[in-house]
């Protein structure tokens, strides 16, 4: 099976399984840094996060071509977290791999610090674009890839979307862009974790056939289970689904993914992990944040 | 304005590849030669306004210069959040062409009415606001306008607005002298500014010759024109096709109450209502004092009122 590494290069990968298993520690090392911030910096929008970790983590060991020393090739692809209050697990990944030193993490919702609460290019440069207000990504992510096109750019552009995000009609005036304008370059992976900020995604907006309105818009779509790291990269591999069309994956997530506590409740949306919470969620995940290995908590 | 908004886009895409131009379904025929000459460079978004300007910004941030058109009122407060965030925050170079700005289309009524779009972008830290007179106006500030490193409001007229003659050169943040001379002043913005030739030239055969300022650039402020004019005249009328709260009016007066200015400043405007009836643009300029008669009944008034002539007697 052939499998492109961080540079942007292929190459042949002997066993998948064990990348998948590979893959699945690091996403429960990235949770448990998640929680770590989201205590140090008394910031919320952890289960929002939590949901969508696998997806990050897959998309940039096996998906993007991007490397920190590709970080500002023209050809390099792209990543925008459109849910932009899920950013810790975007911090967490950049900085698993080196995009970002790690000590950044301590720091995060710390004013004047590169982790801002929302992400923000200002503080950040690395990042494609500020995100934070939602809607904004998949409009932003179509005129890139028309315009890396139009340079005849091999480069790609994924961009990871919130379900209750896709309640505003920006994302699908950009979604009828996409499919009008052939950007099959173009990744779109909803975190459907079935809840919102105040209530069930389905109940709010009726959001249960987010994959059929993909399909009907002219995008190449299918749902899968969000948060099992296999199924997320047998699911890249196919990338893109239909031939001259953008490709919609549908994660079908469990909010707060990977604590117990914090699965599937619509509190922890915004609430702060107290140190009990964080002890807890430790260890269950029994893993150690990433910035905080090796050290004394 | 709208020809030479589009003939001058195409003689600099022609130097300049990476200009691209985004319509939101808008501009029937007039970009026909554009998309013939340079194809893929030309999108039509469909009636789209938030999808428009995510679409410039993603063009923007892969190195194009994406030149967006709408009709004003939708080109602005339709995508406010789109140009706030994914344009301004950004700081990227996309030009926002609204066409038929003010009350051009007044006839449609007031969803075609965008008598707030100078006072919304201008609210925008790091954006250029900019409204020509006229052709010869576009024609200049266009090119000045693709150079900035962030980005520009270009609100322009509907077609066939009159040329108005000026020596002075067209210079982006710079106000142009229309007529030179004292007691009072005249400030304009926009197209109405072919309103104010007329009625300075009704003026003239009376013997009255006010300083006549065109501010076609509204943000960032000439505020070294406005010094000199407050340090020769005590009344500055301020004529914009454009609600009275945060056009050039209330910007005029905010930057000389701070400076302690004992100026006086009388905004020519519409008022704090929604303007309503759908009269064509000259109706309403005469329902609301500012067509040409009108405004030279305003200015001698306030030319007659004014210290140095009551002293003269």
Redesign the interface.
């Known amino acids: 099976m052939k499998q492109r590494n961080l540079a942007g290069t292929w190459r042949r990968v002997g066993n998948r399984a064990m990348l998948k298993a590979s893959l699945g520690d690091k996403a429960r090392q990235i949770r448990a840094t998640c929680v770590q911030m989201a205590y140090d910096g008394k910031m919320g929008h952890l289960g929002s996060a939590l949901s969508c970790v696998d997806a990050i983590v897959a998309l940039y060991h096996d998906w993007l071509r991007v490397s920190p020393a590709t970080a500002d090739d023209p050809d390099r692809d792209r990543f925008i977290l459109s849910k932009g209050h899920a950013c810790t697990a975007h911090y967490a990944v950049l900085a698993d791999l080196g995009f970002v030193p790690k000590d950044c993490l301590s720091r995060y919702a710390v004013m004047n610090q590169p982790m801002g609460s929302h992400p923000c290019k200002h503080a950040l440069p690395l990042l494609e674009c500020s995100t934070g207000s939602l809607g904004h990504g998949l409009g932003i992510a179509s005129g890139m890839l028309y315009g890396l096109r139009h340079k005849r750019s091999p480069a790609r552009v994924a961009v990871l979307l919130g379900d209750g995000e896709c309640n505003e009609g920006s994302v699908w005036e950009a979604a009828m862009f996409c499919a009008a304008q052939k950007l099959d370059g173009l990744l779109a992976m909803v975190d459907y974790n079935r809840l919102q900020a105040v209530g069930r995604t389905d109940q709010v907006n009726g959001h249960s056939s987010l994959e059929e309105k993909f399909r009907s818009f002219g995008w190449g779509a299918r749902t899968i289970d969000g948060n099992a790291m296999g199924g997320i990269l047998d699911a890249l591999d196919r990338f893109p689904l239909r031939p001259g069309r953008p490709t919609a994956l549908i994660l079908r997530t469990v909010k707060g993914a990977g604590v117990s506590f914090m699965e599937d409740q619509v509190l922890w949306h915004y609430r702060v992990p107290s140190a009990e919470d964080l002890a807890r969620a430790l260890e269950e995940l029994k893993a150690a944040p990433l910035h905080l290995e090796g050290s004394e908590r | 304005m709208k020809l030479a908004f589009v003939e001058t886009l195409i003689r600099l895409a022609r130097a300049n590849r990476r200009i691209?131009l985004l319509t939101g379904d808008l501009g029937f025929q007039i970009f026909d030669r554009f998309q013939a000459l340079y194809g893929?460079?030309y999108?039509n978004?469909?009636v789209?306004e938030?999808?428009l300007?995510?679409?410039?910004?993603?063009?923007?941030?892969?190195?194009?210069r994406?030149v967006t058109y709408s009709i004003a009122s939708f080109a602005t407060a339709r995508c406010f959040?789109?140009i706030k965030?994914?344009i301004a925050?950004?700081g990227l170079p996309v030009v926002l062409v609204g066409g038929g700005g003010g009350y051009a289309y007044g006839e449609c009524g007031v969803t075609h009415h965008s008598g707030e779009d100078l006072s919304l972008l201008s609210g925008l830290p790091g954006m250029t606001v900019v409204a020509p007179g006229d052709a010869h106006e576009v024609e200049r500030l266009l090119p000045q306008v693709l150079e900035l490193p962030g980005p520009a409001y270009f609100r322009i007229g509907r077609g066939q607005e009159p040329r108005y003659h000026s020596r002075a050169p067209v210079l982006l943040g710079k106000a142009r002298l229309i007529q030179e001379g004292g007691e009072i002043a005249v400030l304009s913005t926009g197209e109405i500014a072919g309103e104010l030739v007329r009625a300075l030239r009704l003026l003239k055969e009376r013997r009255l010759t006010p300083l006549a300022y065109q501010f076609h650039t509204v943000k960032p402020l000439d505020v070294e024109t406005l010094r000199k004019v407050s340090a020769r005249v005590r009344v500055i009328l301020v004529l914009e096709e454009h609600l009275a709260h945060g056009g050039l009016g209330s910007q005029v007066a905010a930057w000389l109450a701070q400076r302690g200015s004992r100026s006086v400043v009388r905004m020519l405007c519409i008022p704090d209502e929604f303007v309503l009836g759908s009269p064509e643009k000259h109706q309403l300029r005469e329902r609301y004092g500012l067509d040409a008669a009108a405004l030279a009944k305003t200015i001698e008034a306030e030319w007659r009122a004014s210290p140095s002539a009551r002293r003269r007697g």
């Open positions: 691209m893929p460079r999108v978004v469909g789209a938030a999808q300007v995510g679409a410039a910004a993603g063009l923007a941030m892969t190195g194009y994406p959040e789109q965030l994914s925050y950004h």
